[in-house]
């Protein structure tokens, strides 16, 4: 076989062999996106998993709380005052005879839904208020950056015991419920996450693809919804799953004060509440609520920093 003969089959084995990619193979290998990549990354992260189970679960106590105790958290005796853990009471009773077990699962709806609620609220008004000010710049994020600047610096809590303490019912007593508190730390709390997007949303204005978009005659509304707003959400999740957390146990502390939920609704801080007040009889009433939100702040902590080294490519 001649030189020119060998050559000739060879090349036809590398322009016909498996080794290139056709269009199918190169449009399967592409390149994954940040989040699918990210996603991949979570699901192997044990402290992700670990945060993921406990929440789902407090989620389902916090919608369905009936599926786990069937004890009415109001049905108190006092004959049972104070008893420990038995049997019909895993958790014991309270000094007026309530089962702390039932309580404590019935609890869990009024904790979830302050941190959820409050979240939610800060996310949109703390979103809406970055995006405008790193979007436009100039008059616009200068104002809105000193309005944000102005509610930074009330301290969190000594401004929500002042609102809250202004709600009163109708026997003229201090009373908040559910909502007020919502409201009230979503009023303190939005400003972290105003700053975040802020910054986001101005490192994402200065990429090229917007740049491109802009040269092209795409409106002003285009550019912000469809190119910057989804590109710069990412860091505001995370610090809305942390900032979840924190609610949760700014509601407690402020229940636990007599500022915020009030009896006979029933959450965590006023359990603890009212558990401190006779410490010396018993421990068991404050034990089981004062750990229900410390795993319930730790799971939300743990799922934002678990969601914040997976969407960060500087931290993988």
């Known amino acids: 076989m001649s030189d020119t003969t060998q050559i000739a089959e060879a090349n036809a084995k590398i322009m016909d062999g498996p080794n290139v990619p056709g269009p199918e193979t190169a449009r399967s290998e592409k390149t994954r996106s940040l989040a699918q990549d990210a996603f991949r990354d979570l699901v192997r992260r044990p402290m992700f998993l670990v945060s993921a189970v406990l929440i789902l679960g407090i989620l389902t106590i916090a919608a369905f709380p009936s599926l786990f105790t069937s004890v009415d958290p109001l049905a108190c005796d006092l004959k049972h005052s104070m008893e420990g853990p038995s049997g019909s009471a895993w958790f014991g009773y309270n ?7 039932s309580q404590t699962i019935y609890g869990t709806r009024n904790s979830v839904i302050v ?16 995006v405008l000010g790193g979007f436009f710049g100039k008059w616009t994020d200068a104002l809105l950056s000193f309005v944000t600047n102005v509610f930074f610096g009330l301290p969190l809590l000594l401004a929500a015991i002042v609102i809250l303490n202004n709600f009163r019912d109708e026997k003229g007593m201090r ?13 303190v709390g939005w400003m972290s996450m105003a700053r975040v997007m802020r910054g986001a949303v101005m490192q994402v204005k200065q990429a090229d693809y917007v740049a491109a978009a802009r040269s092209l005659g795409a409106s002003t509304s285009r550019m912000m919804f469809r190119h910057v707003l989804p590109n710069s959400v990412t860091p505001l999740i995370v610090v809305a799953t942390i900032s979840l957390g924190a609610v949760i146990g700014a509601e407690a502390t402020l229940s636990f004060l ?15 509440s009212e558990a401190q007040q006779r410490i010396s009889s018993g421990l068991h009433p404050l034990l089981f609520p004062s750990g229900m939100l410390t795993i319930t702040v730790l799971a939300f902590i743990m799922l934002g920093d678990a969601v914040r080294d997976a969407f960060d490519p500087k931290l993988r």
Request: charged residues 5%; aromatic residues 8%; contains cysteine.
């Open 95 to 101: 000094f007026q005879g309530c089962d702390v077990y």
């Open 115 to 130: 941190g959820v609620l409050t979240t939610a609220f800060s996310l949109v008004i703390g979103g809406l208020i970055g």
């Open 175 to 187: 009373n908040a419920g559910v909502m007020a508190v919502v409201l009230t730390l979503t009023v």
């Open 258 to 272: 007599g500022i915020g939920i009030r009896p006979p609704a029933i959450s965590w801080g006023v359990m603890i």
